[in-house]
């Protein structure tokens, strides 16, 4: 909720209470904002109203503005001034970013301006110290280590894709108990694969607590199944594949309590690593310990495993965001070359958009969902997608020759002008072959 004397601060600054209210959102939740998100928010039309208030806020300071695709205006509002007014001196939403990041804080915007109303966790400290007291661990907690000048010196900053955390009040919980709800905005892109990385980063975090929402948002509902889908199969405690997970965790964890290491593959301590961190609830440390000692057969141990019926403690549901925000194309001040923008202080390599690379995000995308057989069919030696098999095993005919790989006798390739990635044998004895035809059929067509 908004207090009261941040809305003063900022009116002291010459705005009003709408302007106020929602240059207060802009600040904490995003750092940018567009003048259509302007418009909804306070529910006037283009005019007077919108032009005092650009001009106002980009005549003191508060605000400056770049033209973007489709001539969309895009304000970054970066003042120390205001972020002083509403104690936020140190939050960083006021700093240039990057198109991608942009395009999301834009799409945070859109959601917190749709629920104005609720209670955010607004600050890093905010949220930090909320899930303290629910005694979660500080590892646990999501963040990234940054380093400082000093290379032994290290920082670590929470909850840094500042996604909406806020309390439900269509919370069905008991009187006095908070459920915090956790969204994510995603772009109108066809991956998933940001959306796959974040639940991984929060997976352990989320499970910890006793009780939490999730909200996927994005500009688009074609997505809304798959991300659904994904969600249960990661959170779904009673499903098929969850108890056989934990039956293989069960066998893996014994053997390796019985020093039988060498028996272990890489894969199977991956996921005994994995289940140290998922699989250490009360019930699932009582199952083990029986079954260790012999009082659950091998054959009864998914039955077991499957019979505990636990109510879901989280609950998933989608909201479509009115805006994409695909206005990074084309606009001026922006580099073509990366589509980046032309200030040197944001890394070109942080400012690639998803459509810049699709295949890479897809592919990406689809090995996260699909596991490690997704290459199982590649099994040639060399690099490429599709096997090779020269003229002499196989159907494909010479002209097939050509790849990435270098010819190991250089010499023949130069006579006849082509390059091969298999053994110089085999290359040599096609090569004869296809000569040897050609000749034969050039003396049958002299001969006739």
Known sequence: MIRP????????????????????????????????????????????????????????????VATCGYRTSLFNLYSRRVYGALDRDNLRNRRRLSNELIRTRLLILDFVLAHAGLEYLETEAEKVAYFRDLAVPEALIPGRVYKGIDPNSTTKRCFVDRFPVFFSAESDCPPGELIPTFVYCDSADRGLFHYITHLRHYEHFLRRLSGFHFVYAAPSSVKFHRAEQFFRSTFEENSATNVQSIARYFRIRRLWDENKH???????????????????????????????????????????????????????????????????????GMDRRTRASTDRSVPRSASCSDE??????????????????????????????????????????????GGHARPRNTRFARSFGVVCRVQDSTFVLATLQRLFVEHLDKGSSMRM
């Open 356 to 401: 810049e690379k699709p295949k890479h995000f897809q592919t990406k995308e689809h090995a996260m969902e699909h596991g490690p057989n997704l290459y199982a069919a590649k099994i040639v030696s060399w690099p490429g997608a599709t096997p090779f098999c020269p003229a002499v095993c196989g159907p494909n005919p010479l002209r097939g020759f």
């Open 5 to 64: 004397e941040h809305l003063a601060a900022l009116g002291d600054l010459g705005y009003s209470q709408q302007e106020s209210r929602f240059l207060y959102l802009a600040a904490t939740h995003s750092g940018y904002f567009t003048l259509r998100q302007f418009l909804d928010f306070t529910g006037t039309a283009k005019g007077w109203n919108v032009h005092q208030f650009t001009s106002k806020s980009i005549r003191l300071g508060h605000v400056r």
């Open 262 to 332: 060498s028996l272990l593959t890489r894969a199977d301590r991956d996921l005994l690593r994995y289940g140290n961190q998922r699989y250490r609830d009360e019930f699932s440390e009582s199952v083990y310990r029986k079954w260790t000692a012999g009082g659950t057969e091998e054959q009864a141990l998914e039955t077991l495993l499957g019979a505990h019926q636990t109510a879901p403690k989280w609950r998933f549901r989608t909201h479509l965001l009115p805006r994409d925000y695909n206005i990074f194309g084309s606009e001026s």
